[in-house]
């Protein structure tokens, strides 16, 4: 079977953690490999819901030449239901901790333990494969029942490591001491226990040493406890730190700034921290057990004896031996190559294989973009995607057309060369003309070009022919009763003129292009005006698009020398609400709502579509004498007006999807938005106001150290599900 659809089934989909980890990365290759994939939950965490689908859409999807993989790594009531689709399976299991390292700790996590490996066995039953992340997992599919088994590595996604880790753990890493790390839940079958004890041995020659415990501890139970008394017999209490979960820059910092990776766990189905310490050069010991020989080859020292005394020494050398840490780190770099995503890809593909499911091989394509040529959103947009795509690895060239001239229209696209595989247009009716573009999309299906249409704002009212239907549809009798009479017949020929041109508009626009993409609920609530054939029609986020003229500060100096450099205050929170001066994007409300010790910065020029808001603005800042207030009309500095500021503020009345939403989250800012379905997406990174007073509110709340530090953090997970890279690839699923 040549698989056009490979979804994707987990209970719980999160960011960060390793099985989340995987799935999103998945998807992204399977996307890379042409095939559509979605991924469905039972449970969605909030961060990422917007990219999740319910488990239970999984009934109504589509069977031909598709398949699911199911990710286990617990036991699930709603694992069961899945095993019961008829859909063909592959199981990828993750490992299931036994239930026996949860005794006295959790009865849930037992519970859910031993129904985990029961239903293990159900699903090789009505499974076609099982993947193993590692060996010794496989080992367990086939005691499992499982009939066809593979390993297919963990992947992990580096491009959502790629952000600065934290200043505050880096300086407290700093000094000349020894920083010893552990990542990992605080669990039994961590050893923490043995961690303890052998750190404490190794401390008696390095009484300055200090050890990191990174990991939640949500589910530790009393074994926290006695995992904390440990180490105040052992008089650790200054030397020892429990971080708990830590956001990605504080991991990040871990990595980079400890002197070396400790793991004595006692069952380990893959261990990812392994790898991630390898790509970030942190030497490692670790004990054998589970899968940690395999994750990690040579690129570390295995301890088979992890007595405290083996610990101790073995952390010595480690600590001293300068060749033997530039030894390791060198071997790590290099075992690094088997996690990579082409090695991922080829092992899937030959996993898959076995039961005779073809996943095409990737390939690198020329594409033109086609969009507007001037400097506005939907321009940056295409600009983005292009970027995307080349990340992507394929030639990507972008063809810019004059606004409404249809001659410039007919010259872009025949100058299009014939070895182009596929062109993605990326419209907005205020560019394109309606018969002169159909005129074009046929143009390309008759060179055999592939057309994938990229619709920003889909609606009747934006088709000049749907406008002509209704403005003749209410028509105003003007004349007398038998004059009107006539008249009529007249208005209805015309009607029908105008409307057998819409329909042939629509008609067309939705046959001639290989697929179609909307960006938004209400973009997608239209899309069967132009066909019913749902399987050519992709709803996908806007990606992000970085701000013109704009680099986001590294530091809180290099904000202040922004700010100094725009004439902004250095020690204010700063609001700023940006773009053209569109009545629906309600300035005046947010004025009205701003907290008189903030800065609000309108950052933005006069729209030709309504001019007087502009006016209405700054006569309404003169009126009421405010003082907090900064309007800005120098296009060329709108971005460094926002990024120089601490918070997007974007109450908009009305909307398809958000430009600058993406824009704010591209600077890594938090924002505040009103509560319109075009801004779902965006929630997590964000506070939601439906009206002035929870504005006003929200205005004040995000100014509180904690709530700005959780919509930061938010805001990265944001930057890595929207990178054009990961999206760009969805734009060419399906395409021969």
């Not at 699903?123 to 499992?144: P, W």
């Not at 990991?215 to 009393?222: E, I, L, Q, R, V």
């Not at 017999?233 to 910092?253: I, K, M, N």
């Not at 031996?321 to 780190?329: G, H, M, N, V, Y």
């Amino acid at each position: 079977m040549r698989l056009r659809a490979l979804h994707q089934f987990h209970p719980t989909i999160a960011f960060g953690d390793a099985v989340g980890n995987d799935c999103f990365g998945l998807q992204h290759l399977l996307w890379r490999h042409g095939v559509r994939s979605e991924l469905f939950a039972e449970d969605a965490r909030p961060e990422v819901r917007a990219f999740v689908r319910d488990g239970r859409d999984l009934v109504s999807e589509p069977q031909d030449d598709a398949a699911l993989l199911v990710h286990v790594s617990m036991g699930n009531d709603f694992l069961d239901d899945i095993a019961t689709l008829p859909i063909p399976k592959a199981v990828v299991y993750h490992n299931i901790t036994p239930s026996r390292f949860f005794e006295g700790i959790s009865d849930f996590n037992r519970h859910y333990a031993d129904l985990g490996r029961e239903q293990l066995g159900r699903l090789a039953e009505r499974s076609d494969l099982g993947i193993g992340d590692s060996e010794y997992n496989r080992q367990e599919l086939v005691g499992a029942g499982f009939r066809r088994t593979a390993v297919v590595p963990l992947l992990l996604d580096w491009r959502a490591y790629e952000t600065a880790p934290s200043e505050r753990v880096l300086r407290d890493l700093a000094d000349e001491r020894t920083d010893i790390v552990v990542v990992g839940q605080i669990l039994p079958q961590k050893a923490v226990h043995d961690v303890i004890a052998g750190f404490a041995r190794y401390r008696e020659q390095d009484p300055t040493a200090r050890l990191h415990f990174v990991g939640s501890h949500a589910m530790s139970g009393d074994y926290l406890e006695r995992v904390e008394t440990l180490v105040g017999t052992h008089g650790l209490h200054q030397a020892v730190r429990f971080a708990g979960s830590v956001p990605l820059d504080e991991l990040l910092a871990y990595y980079r700034g400890g002197t070396a990776l400790l793991t004595l766990s006692d069952h380990e189905g893959f261990c990812a921290p392994l790898v991630e310490a390898m790509r970030f050069d942190l030497p490692i010991i670790a004990h054998a057990a589970g899968a940690i020989p395999e994750t990690l080859g040579d690129a570390g020292i295995l301890l088979q004896d992890k007595s405290p005394e083996r610990v101790a020494e073995t952390l010595d050398r480690i600590v001293h031996d300068a060749a033997l840490r530039e030894d390791l780190i060198a071997k790590g770099r290099e075992r690094l190559a088997e996690f990579s995503p082409e090695r991922v890809g080829a092992r899937l593909r030959e996993a898959l294989a076995l039961v005779g499911w073809t996943l095409p091989v990737p390939k690198r394509r020329r594409i033109a973009v086609v969009s507007s040529d001037q400097r506005c959103g939907i321009h940056d947009y295409s600009g983005a995607l292009c970027d995307g795509l080349r990340a992507n690895g394929h030639q990507a060239t972008f063809v810019g057309v004059r606004h409404l001239d249809s001659a410039d229209l007919r010259k872009k696209i025949a100058d299009i060369p014939a070895g182009v595989d596929a062109v993605i247009v990326e419209h907005e009716a205020g560019i394109f003309r309606d018969v002169p573009f159909v005129q074009a999309l046929l143009s390309l299906r008759r060179r055999k070009i592939p057309t994938v249409l990229s619709l920003h704002e889909l609606e009747p009212e934006k088709f000049h022919h749907y406008r002509m239907l209704s403005a003749a549809l209410h028509f105003r009798p003007r004349l007398r009763f038998l004059a009107e009479s006539v008249r009529v017949p007249w208005v209805a020929l015309r009607i029908s003129n105008w409307f057998v041109r819409y329909r042939a508009v629509l008609g067309l626009m939705g046959a001639l292009p290989k697929r179609i993409v909307v960006h938004s609920d209400r973009s997608g609530f239209w899309v069967n005006l132009l066909t019913r054939e749902m399987s050519r029609v992709d709803q996908i986020p806007l990606v992000l698009m970085p701000l013109e003229n704009a680099t986001p500060p590294r530091s809180d100096e290099e904000k202040r020398a922004l700010r100094r450099k725009l004439g902004l205050p250095e020690d204010r929170f700063i609001f700023v609400s940006p773009g053209f001066f569109f009545r629906r994007k309600r300035f005046l409300e947010v004025l009205s709502a701003a907290p008189p010790d903030a800065l609000v910065v309108l950052s933005g020029t006069k729209s030709d579509w309504d001019p007087r808001y502009f006016d209405e603005v700054t006569s309404f800042i003169a009126e009421r004498g405010l003082e907090n207030v900064k309007v800005n009309d120098e296009f060329a500095t709108m971005g460094e007006h926002v990024v120089a500021s601490d918070c997007v503020v974007l109450f908009y009345e009305d909307m398809f999807q958000s430009a600058i939403a993406t824009q704010a989250v591209w600077a890594g800012l938090p924002a505040i938005y009103s509560d319109i379905p075009g801004f779902h997406l965006y929630r997590g990174a964000g506070l939601v106001a439906r009206d002035t007073a929870e504005l006003a509110r929200a205005m004040r709340e995000v100014q509180e150290p904690e709530t700005y530090a959780r919509l930061r953090r938010q805001v990265g997970i944001l930057r890595r599900m929207l990178d054009p890279e990961r999206f760009a690839a969805r734009y060419l699923v399906g395409l021969e």
